[in-house]
T-cell receptor, first 115, second 113 residues
Framework: AQSVTQLDSQVPVFEEAPVELRCNYS??????LFWYVQYPNQGLQLLLK??????LVESINGFEAEFNKSQTSFHLRKPSVHISDTAEYFC?????????????FGKGTLLTVNP | DGGITQSPKYLFRKEGQNVTLSCEQN?????MYWYRQDPGQGLRLIYY???????QKGDIAEGYSVSREKKESFPLTVTSAQKNPTAFYLC????????????FGEGSRLTVL
């Protein structure tokens, strides 16, 4: 069975500071990895994904994540955050090409950017 | 615009009543899902469907029921058997089950009084 651990439930930072949201997963097979973002009282939006190829993936708003197979991690980073980045972030994992669908979410990390 | 529409956004019900949450998509996606979100617990899968007239139980299906009579629609009924129904419910869709990337609606917040 696969699982996802987001190591921090809350991360407060000041505007323009760097941030890292940590995500570790466990799975017996190869995986796809995702980060989703949720603004208050809204659904989730895909932020970025790793399917194959380059282990470093980027989003259009400056976030990036690196797939590290040996450490089974997919940490999310941004070098300089804005107030508008305040949201909850979810890491998710699914089996690659598995016959039984399963997308497993972490419990989320609330990022709060303060002025 | 293409997307997923959930209704109602807010819903109140008395204990012992069934309630149905609507989910409609115009993305032409085959797969649809219902998740429940509680504070600090992430998302938990209730039911999913990969094709019309077929659906499967997720991790927490007890007390819920669904139907998939049309490709565009995947309503969720929260029955009186669900012991703790107050939650935020999210509907999602994807091209197919193997796609991995989900598109979400804006959610329905159910409060049982």
């Amino acid at each position: 069975a696969q699982s996802v651990t987001q190591l921090d439930s809350q991360v407060p930072v000041f505007e323009e500071a760097p941030v890292e949201l940590r995500c570790n997963y466990s799975s017996s097979v190869s995986v796809y990895l995702f980060w989703y973002v949720q603004y208050p009282n809204q659904g989730l939006q895909l932020l970025l994904k790793y399917l194959s190829g380059s282990t470093l993936v980027e989003s259009i708003n400056g976030f990036e994540a690196e797939f590290n197979k040996s450490q089974t991690s997919f940490h999310l980073r941004k070098p300089s955050v804005h107030i508008s980045d305040t949201a909850e972030y979810f890491c998710a994992v699914s089996d690659r090409g598995g016959s039984n669908y399963k997308l497993t979410f972490g419990k989320g990390t609330l990022l709060t950017v303060n002025p | 615009d293409g997307g997923i529409t959930q209704s109602p956004k807010y819903l109140f019900r008395k204990e012992g009543q069934n309630v149905t949450l609507s989910c409609e998509q115009n993305l032409n996606h085959d797969a649809m899902y219902w998740y429940r979100q509680d504070p600090g617990q992430g998302l938990r899968l209730i039911y999913y469907s990969q094709i019309v007239n077929d659906f499967q139980k997720g991790d927490i299906a007890e007390g819920y029921s669904v139907s998939r009579e049309k490709k565009e629609s995947f309503p969720l009924t929260v029955t009186s058997a669900q012991k703790n129904p107050t939650a935020f419910y999210l509907c999602a869709s994807s091209m197919n089950l193997a796609a991995g990337e989900l598109f979400f609606g804006e959610g329905s917040r159910l409060t049982v009084l």
